[in-house]
C-alpha cells in the first residue's frame, strides 16, 4: 500500500495579487474570451486549486455514470466544469453555481477522501492525509452528495493538492471570509435587467409594496405607518408597519415597550370576509403599563373587532431545537451516512424515517395553520399569532395559513412576496437559524426548509391550485444555503440595510461609473478596511433566478395544470383573493372594549384582561375543541356553514390538506436525490413532475438517435 505524508505534495497558496496577466486570475472582461477548460470567476473570486481528467459520478436509470472534466477549488466554491465535446456549445453562459456541479463552501457539511487500500478519512482544515485520494465525496447541506473519481493511477498530485485545498478552504469559510468581497453583478450587463424579472416581487423595503400590499388586499381599515423608520422603535421590525387607521402613531409609541423586543400586533393578512390575522411577540414581563398605554395596546389587538382570539403559536407545535435535531437525523438518514444513529439497514429505514419526528413536525405545523385559519373563516374577530419573540414559530404559521387561504399567495409572485413579508421583512434570523457563515450550531433551526416542506404537502395534495411546481421549491430549497444574496443572509431588514449598503468590510469592487479594481486581495490578507472612496457593492436578492438558474431551468419553475380560482360568480376577485358580496366592513365594525380569547390546543378561553397579570386570570368559558377533524371527510363537514362567502371545493380560496399519516409523505426530491442508493426516475409526485420526468427521458432518446446517425 502507498502512503504520502501531507508535506510530500505543498498545498499552493492563493496567490496574493493575481494580476490580469495571470491564468488563474479572475476572468474581468465578463463572458468574452472564455478558453476551453477554464473557470469563469466572478469578481473577488480566485483559484486556488485545481485538477484535471476527474470524473464526476453521475445517476442514470442504467446505472451510475461518469462526466469527464476539470475540479475547481476557489475561494468562494467547489466546482467542476465539464470537458466540452468537438463541436458542441460553449458553455460559458451557464448561471453562477449551477446546482448539478458546483456547491458553496459554507454549504458543505461534510468531506470524505476514499482509496482503495485505506479506511475512508473524514477531512477538516487541519487533517493529516496519508495517502493519493481515488474519490472526494462531498456531502452538502441541501441533501446532495457530489462525488469525483481521480485518475486511475491513484499518483496524481493534483488529486491531493486540490483535496486538501478543498478541506481547508471550507474550514476557513466564514462571516468575516471572502463573501462579503464577492458579487453577482456582471462587468458588462451590469444589473439584472427588468425583462429578465419573470416573477415580480415586492422586498416590503419602502411604503409603496406596504400599500400595494393592503390594496391587494383590500384592507381599508389599515394604513401603513412609518415610526419605525429609524428603527429606533426596534431594530428587528421593519421600518413600516401596517396598524388600525384609528392608532395614531403616538398612541403607536406608547405599545412598543410592552411587548418582548418591542415587537408590536402589526397585520399580517386581511380576510376577505374582514378578518384580521396579526402577528406579535408576548407581553414584556416587567413592563407596568398605564391606562392611555392598555388602550393603545387593545386597540392594536383588537383592530376594530368586537373579538379578539390570541393564538398561543408555541403550543402544539415544535420548539427550533427539536426541528434542527429532526433535520439533523433526516439529513443522515436521507445520505445514508454509516457513523449516523440514524443510519439503518433497508428494512429498517421507515421506521427510523419515523423515529427522525420530521414528518410529524410537518403534520403538526399543517394541522395548527388550517385550524388559524378556520378561525379567521369564522366570526368577526382578530386573530393574533403571538410567540415569544416573534422571529420563529409565527413566521411559519403566518406564512402557512396565507397559503392555505389566499390563492394569490400560490402564484410565484405571490409566495415571493409573501417569504419577503413574512420571514425577511418581519426579521426571522436567517443568519443563525441556517448558520452558513457564523458556524454557531446551538442557535442553527432550519424553519424555513420546514415551512418549505409543508408548502410541498400542499402542492401534492392539490397539485393544480399552484402556479409553480416542486422543481421551484427545489431551487428555493437549495438557494436558501447559498451566502451570495442578501434574502437569506442576515437577521432583519436594519443589519441588511448596513451590511449591504456602505459597512462591508474588505471590499473589492466598487460600482462607481462602472466597475473598478480596488486592490481587494491586499485588503483580504491584512484585514485593513477600504477607504472613503470606496463605495457601496450589491448583494442582489435571491429572486434573480436567471443569475443562477438557466431559462430552461426557470421553465420547469412554472406549473402547467395549473388552474386559477374563478371567483367572480361569488363576488368578484382581486388578484385572486376573494371578495365577499357585501364588501370589506371593517372600518364600520363597533369599538369598545372586546372580548379577549385564548386559543390553545383546541379550545377557545376566555381571558379576563389583555395583560395576564392584570386583573384576574384566564377563565375558562365557551370550550370548542376539534375546529379541524382530521380526514378529507371530517374536514368538509366542519367547514360548511363556517362562513357563508367562502368556497371549499379543490380549487377554492380555503385549502383542507389531509392530515392522517398516508396524506404526509417525504420530499424525495429534495431529501433522497445525493442517496446513492435511490435510482432516478423516483422525483415526479406530481403532474408536473411527470411531464419533466418525460422532457429528461425525450432528451435523452434524442441524443442515443444522434450518435447512431438517427437524428439529423
Known sequence: MLSLSKTSFKVRQPLRDPGPKSPKSPNMSGRKNRKHGALQCIPGEYIQEDAAHVKKSVPSPEGEGFLPGTLFCTNLRVAFLPDLPPNAEDSSGRPFIHSDYEVALPCIAKLVAVNSFTKAKVLTGTSLLKFIPEELRIYCRDFRLLRFHFHESGLEPQAFRVTMAIAQAQESSGWRGSYENATWMNLEDGPLRKEDQAFPTLLFESPVDWEK????????????????????????????????????????????????????????????????????????????PEKEDMRSVETLMLAGHPQCVVVDTATELPTPAEVQQSHSRLWSLSLGLADSVA?????????????????????????????????????????????????????????????LSDPHVRTISGFQSLIQKEWVAAGHPFLQRLNLLQKNDQEESPLFLLFLDCTWQLLRQFPGSFEFTDAYLVALHDSSHLPYASTFLFNCQWERGRRNQNRFINQLYTPINGWRENHGLD????????????????????????????????????NPFYRQSSL????????????????????NAPLGKGALYVFSKGSLLRQAHFFPWKNGSQVKKGTRRALLPEGPGGQEKSLRGKSSHCLFDQDGPLLHPSL????????????????????????????AGLSEELERLEEQLQASEKEVGLWP
Not at 376577505?272 to 396579526?278: E, F, I, K, S, V
Not at 421506521?351 to 395553520?369: I, N, Q, Y
Not at 424525495?668 to 406530481?686: E, I, K, M, T, W
Open 213 to 288: 400590499e393592503l390594496r391587494r388586499m383590500r384592507a381599508d381599515g389599515w394604513r401603513v405607518s412609518p415610526a419605525n423608520e429609524r428603527f429606533d422603535m426596534s431594530t428587528s421590525l421593519p421600518k413600516y408597519m401596517p396598524v388600525p387607521c384609528r392608532t395614531l402613531d403616538n398612541e403607536l409609541k406608547r405599545a412598543f415597550v410592552h411587548f418582548t423586543e418591542r415587537r408590536i400586533p402589526r397585520l399580517s393578512w386581511h380576510h376577505p370576509g374582514g378578518n384580521d390575522l396579526l402577528r406579535a411577540a408576548s407581553f414584556h414581563p416587567d413592563s407596568d
Open 343 to 403: 443510519a439503518a439497514p433497508d428494512e429498517k429505514w421507515l421506521s427510523s424515517l419515523e423515529g427522525t419526528r420530521w414528518l410529524d413536525h410537518v403534520r403538526a405545523s399543517l394541522k395548527k395553520a388550517s385550524e388559524v385559519a378556520l378561525l379567521l373563516a369564522d366570526g368577526r374577530r382578530s386573530v393574533v399569532l403571538q410567540e415569544s419573540d416573534d422571529r420563529d414559530l409565527n413566521c411559519l404559521l403566518a406564512s402557512l395559513v396565507q397559503v
Open 523 to 558: 485588503l483580504l490578507q491584512n484585514g485593513d478596511h477600504p477607504g472613503q472612496e470606496a463605495g457601496p457593492a450589491f448583494l442582489p436578492p435571491i429572486w434573480d433566478w436567471a443569475l443562477r438558474y438557466s431559462s430552461r431551468q426557470r421553465a420547469q419553475f412554472r
Open 568 to 587: 367572480a360568480s361569488t363576488g368578484g376577485a382581486l388578484n385572486g383573493n376573494f371578495l365577499p358580496p357585501n364588501g370589506d366592513k371593517m372600518q
Open 660 to 687: 392522517p399519516g398516508p396524506g404526509i409523505r417525504l420530499w424525495q426530491r429534495c431529501y433522497l436525490r445525493g442517496n446513492p442508493d435511490v435510482p432516478r426516475g423516483l422525483f415526479a409526485p406530481s403532474i
